[in-house]
């Protein structure tokens, strides 16, 4: 019998603690300095002109982002149009009806699309939007970014629906409520928090994407409203901007990139504070 | 309030306990006899369970959890020690059988070994696990699959092997928290029997809701309630003629 | 009568709508290999693993791409993993609660910051870094290459690893935690020799879902790996992966066979991630198994 002397044990054990101590916060020093010179590069060229003007050719100091900001609303907007109801309802099919293959079938199909690379479903979106119009446009962009949303959502209203207890459901039925309406009146709202923070987290993801957009929405150096016209959006200016050969543009890259992290986080701190008070509950 | 025991293994000295704020020991004074049963029984959250996890210092894994007083083991305070060491002389038995899942069986027995870096050579290693089985009374029913994982033992089966990986490590005291909760009645009177059985080795201290168990299993009784300690004896004299009327409410099922 | 038939509507209009996932992905996997048609005749399954990449003579293979995203993806999943392992003990063994609260938010803002601030950031801090240490190793300073790639890589999984990882930690029973604490462990012991066992299929899954989302990531790698069409032969080169090569050349590719190449790296990249999820998946199914639920 061979026995480690328990000196030697508390010390490795102090030891594995330290290095555990270390392994957690080695990660965060990245995090940190990502957003510290997030704020400090970008806060000191973010202005009221920088977001209220359009960009200026390249060589030419000054100039905004205004149609980049306008751009990628609106393409959230609209991607969130296309993807919400579709996936909203899809999820709905899942946890509500019991069909007997294709439920399964559209499950593996939605989290094969949520594992999917952004950049094959930008290939996606430019075949069957992009191709048939003859040219980039903001509707590519945002069926591009609703392929993306739509597996998110999708497996998020399941998830929470099927946690709302048997109990409501049959409440309502012995109501002589028909079926469609104890869904979308009684089951849905039950679990309204839980969709909601689903489309939110979603929403905020693809604000950030750039990969999908670079050849449906392409960018456009003006403002623009018009579905079948290119569009520019934030993740678009600051990929040009810091890979072009212009201090300027980096600079404004800095400030784009500031104004976007601001957009994501305040999405994803909504849904997360949402998703805190549903847990709570 | 109670006669001298012989030979005393464990003496609590104005035990208190607490979690938090919360005092859940109120200053316990006991002292357990070698080689003997002693149960503590109590209704639920009458502290049993807090007592029992102090004499392995288990309490304090608790978040929270905190103790004063002291805990004397063959005359050393356990509170002033590494609880590492108390562990290693003070074996537990828990509520639900819990046999590790990733080890098999033969590794199961041995965990006392492995989880404080001790390296045994194959032979006696195979002694140990043969003898601290054969002690459980397991060995004749898990002899032919011992490299095979603990997990499709039956539920009694698993508590016996606990006890066994429990008794490996030669404790000086064995204490087994509600053992038979979780186990069915042919299963709890194996147990049962078990512990009748391993008290000429070990002494044994077991916390059961159960009075009747008490009265099947020890030979002395500490009777808990509200954090402290009612009443301490031969387990005969505490149930034919207990002192406090507490200790007679509870035997005659008026509360717990 | 008229509620039945709502009913019934309600019922086809979801059907539909779960049908319309089902046919994205499908559609999605058939639209690939179509656009990829040219390239596939053209090239065959050597398509693979010929290294040449020449848009002017019209000779296409992928061997640089597949090799660049293998490699920046392990590297980045071996430099990962300490660390995700490390965290998730940390936050479900050893902080107290409110630290770990604190930790886990800041660990998950990591996976909220987009793709292109990370390209951002490494273009302007990482790589002038990396070059740095390229000089101090007399390596040729380059900056950009497959090692800065892997190393925002790595920082971009850590998240995705980390919160399964934690997940299958905390569930490993307190009982079998006791039990291994009555018997006198250490807690570096209970770790090693109970919970890390108990939750090893769990940490499979975690690290293969991490190793899924190397694979895809397109942005911040195009941004700091040099963009190089040829066959890494040190970390530290310049190179391509699949997804970056396609960010870069597609709106370029002037020819149908240059373009339908670049889909098939595509349909290539959709099928290794494919595999690579399902493998995830079935170790987390095999999980759920032995748990028995």
Known sequence: MKEQGIALRLWKDRVASLVIFALALIPLIPLFLILFQLFSK???????????????????????????????????????????????????????????????????????????????IGIMACAWVVRPLHHFSALAGSAALAIIMLPVIVRTTEEVLVLVPKEIREGALALGVPRWRMILQVVLPTGLVGVATGILLS?????????????????????????????????????????????????????????????????????????????GR | MKEAPMEEILKTQDLKAYFEELEILKGINLSIPKNRVTAIMGPSGCGKTTLLRCFNRMHEETPGAHTKGKIFLEGKDILSMNPILVRKMVGMVFQKPNPFPTMSIYENVLAGYRLNGIKLRKEEAQGIVEESLKKAVLWDEVKDFLHRRGTFLSGGQQQRLCIARALAVNPKLLLMDEPTSAL????????????????????????????????????????????????????????????????????????? | ??????????????????????????????????????????????????????????????????????????????????????????????????????????????????????????????????????????????????????????????????SVIREVISLVPQELREGAYALGATRWEVMRYVVLPYARSGILAGTVLALGRALGETMAITMVIGNRNELLRSIFEPTNTMASVIANEFTEATSSVYLSSLVEIGLVLFVITLVVNILARMVTERLKMEKGE
């Open chain 1, 42 to 120: 970008g806060a000191s060229s973010l202005s009221l002109h920088f977001l209220t003007s359009l960009p200026r050719p390249p060589g030419e100091a000054g100039g905004g982002v205004v149609n980049a900001i306008l751009g990628s609303i609106l393409l959230v907007a609209m991607a969130s149009i296309l993807a919400v109801p579709t996936g909203v309802l899809a999820g709905i099919y899942l946890s509500e009806f019991y069909d007997r293959l294709l439920p399964n079938m559209v499950r593996t199909a939605a989290d094969l699309l949520q594992g999917t690379p952004s950049i094959v």
């Open chain 1, 203 to 279: 929403m905020a993801r693809v604000a950030g994407e750039t990969a999908p957009l670079l050849f449906t929405a392409f960018g456009n150096p003006f403002l623009s409203w018009k579905p079948t016209e290119p569009i520019d959006a934030l993740p678009l200016v600051i990929f040009n901007y810091a890979t072009s050969p212009y201090a300027d543009w980096w600079r404004q890259a800095w400030a784009a990139s500031l104004v976007l992290i601001l957009l994501v986080l305040f999405l994803n701190t909504t849904a997360r504070l949402a998703a805190r008070k549903m847990g």
């Open chain 2, 184 to 256: 069915d009645p042919k299963a709890t009177r194996r147990v049962e029997e078990l512990v009748t059985e391993l008290k000429e080795a070990v002494t044994i201290v077991i916390v059961t809701h159960n009075t009747s168990q008490a009265g099947r299993v020890a030979d002395y009784t500490a009777f808990l309630y509200l954090g402290e300690l009612i009443e301490f004896g031969p387990t005969e004299e505490l149930f034919t003629a207990p002192k406090d009327p507490r200790t007679e409410e509870y035997l005659t099922g008026k509360f717990g």
């Open chain 3, 1 to 162: 009568m008229e509620s039945a038939k709502t009913d019934k509507i309600f019922e086809i209009l979801t059907r539909s709508l779960g049908s319309l996932v089902l046919a994205t992905a499908m559609g999605g996997f058939i639209t690939l290999t179509i656009l990829s048609w040219p390239s596939i005749k053209a090239f065959g399954p050597s398509f693979l693993w010929s290294t040449r990449w020449d848009p002017v003579q019209g000779q296409f293979g992928a061997l640089p791409f597949i090799v660049g995203t293998l490699a920046t993806s392990f590297l980045a999943l071996f430099i990962s993993t300490p660390f995700s392992l490390g965290t998730s003990l940390f936050l479900a063994e050893y902080s107290p609660p409110k630290i770990g609260n604190a930790v886990a938010f800041l660990v998950e803002l990591l996976a909220a910051i987009p793709s292109v601030i990370y390209g951002l950031w490494g273009i302007f801090f990482l790589v002038p870094l990396v070059r740095k240490m390229e000089m101090a190793f007399n390596l040729p300073p380059y900056g950009v290459g497959g090692f800065t790639a892997s190393l925002i890589l790595a920082i971009m999984i850590l998240p995705y690893a980390t």
